[in-house]
């Protein structure tokens, strides 16, 4: 093998390569035993768009950041947005929460109560209106709604206000921008989760419009589920919306991208790069349009350096999914041969492209050595200094609620 050159297709590609970042990464987060307050995280939406802007300045390809309301909710996101970019970042898609209510105990729009259907709803639409002044593109849509025991609650009727809360979300939807629709197998739903595989979700996108595509999230299948197929059956279909990419072994777990599962990122990054250099029109369109999201939230690990990790576990993905060489993968699939074909993918999974990323951040005007250069930046001790730890409530600021 001969290492891999920056040819200039390859540095065009590989500078243009976008990972959006989640503000929730940034603060504190823990499991259902224990949030542990890690020193400098983040404690509102200011400080995780710091700490955003670290990412971004290190790596030069994570300037979008997702916000969660109402995490995230500010009086003036006008001034949001001019924070944001005097930083070198945009804000990027809006997540509405509908599973935090005490009134979502059974459910958010499936819930059997009309009254609290419509509660969820007036949230998702009054994110709409956020998203206006975010300038954001994608409204990214997550419920925790589903059943614990069989009979429960009538599973048609439940997709049934799904549907119907979709439709009016979907049609509320300014021009140009769209809603990403999320499934997850379980969790916290044990018996049935309304939205629990990409047919689910897909099937409702065909029926309430254009603007409404799958978004799939890493850690949301079943042990063993080929992902890549399903990313490049979405792509053909042009439903595939976006990704939530983080790395799983059992349930899902949040961790950083790329960490168990390298080699399913880089055949889902192939799918991709398979799409984006297709003949077919729809499918180039999707892959072009898609929304690179992080979804992690970090309980033991730096919660910066953390994410500068999956930034850069993206970027290699992404260099050795466009080292494939294509030609000779068409040809061993044109003559059925199973081993060379799959030789083409492991030379190009195998190749060390660090080298070639190094050579790439200098092209970039960055530091070839991103997770040294925030190590010795300093950046994780000052905002210890500065901010101190949070003990308590962890970085899900949610609101008091007071049982009536
Ligand atoms: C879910 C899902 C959503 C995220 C919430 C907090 O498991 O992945 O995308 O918004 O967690
Ligand atoms: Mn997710
Ligand atoms: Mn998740």
Redesign the pocket.
């Known amino acids: 093998m001969t290492p891999a050159r920056l040819t200039p297709d390859l540095l065009q590609a590989l500078k243009s390569q976008r990972i959006e970042t989640p503000s929730?990464g940034y603060g504190n987060s823990g499991t259902r035993f224990k949030t542990f307050a890690a020193p400098g995280a983040a404690r509102d939406i200011w400080e995780k768009l710091d700490d955003a802007a670290e990412v971004q300045r290190l790596t030069g390809i994570a300037p979008g950041v997702a916000l969660?309301i109402p995490w995230d909710e500010v009086e003036d996101y006008g001034e949001l947005v001019r924070y944001a970019a005097q930083r070198g970042l945009t804000l990027g898609a809006i997540?509405p929460?509908v599973?935090q209510d005490e009134a979502y105990r059974l459910g958010s729009v499936t819930n059997p109560d009309e009254a609290v259907r419509e509660q969820a709803i007036a949230h998702l639409l009054d994110c709409v209106e956020v998203m206006k002044k975010t300038g954001s593109r994608d409204l990214?849509l997550?419920f925790?709604d589903g059943t614990n025991y069989a009979g429960q609650d009538d599973l048609r009727a439940r997709k049934h206000r799904m549907r119907a809360a979709l439709k009016r979300v979907h049609d509320a939807l300014p021009e140009g921008t769209r809603m990403l629709i999320?499934y997850?197998l379980f969790?916290p739903a044990f018996y049935a989760t309304d939205l629990f595989d990409w047919g689910a979700s897909y099937a409702h996108c065909l029926a309430i419009g254009d603007k409404a595509q799958v978004l799939v999230?890493l850690?949301?299948h079943a042990q063993g589920v080929n992902i890549e197929q399903i990313v490049s059956f979405l792509l053909d279909e042009g439903r595939l919306g976006g990704f939530?990419f983080n790395a799983r072994r059992y349930g899902?777990d949040?961790l950083i991208v790329g960490t168990s599962n390298p080699f399913e990122l880089f055949c889902i990054y192939a799918e991709l790069v398979f799409a984006a250099q297709s003949a077919d029109d729809l499918t180039c369109r999707t892959a072009q349009n898609l929304a690179y999201m992080i979804?992690q939230?970090h309980n033991i690990e730096p919660k910066v350096e953390a994410m500068l990790q999956s930034v850069l576990n993206c970027q290699e993905a992404y260099a050795k999914a466009l080292l494939i060489d294509r030609d000779l993968l068409k040809e061993a699939q044109g003559q059925g041969d199973v081993l060379a074909a799959h030789r083409v993918m492991m030379d190009a999974f195998k190749t060390d492209v660090r080298p070639l990323l190094m050579e790439l951040r200098a092209e970039m005007g960055l530091n070839p050595e991103p997770i040294q250069a925030h190590r010795a930046g300093g950046y994780q001790e000052k905002v210890a200094r500065e901010r101190g730890i949070q003990t308590g409530g962890g970085g899900y600021p949610v609101k008091e609620q007071v049982r009536s």
């Open positions: 929730w969660h997540n929460n599973f990214s997550w925790a999320e997850k969790e999230d850690g949301h939530h899902d949040d979804d939230s």
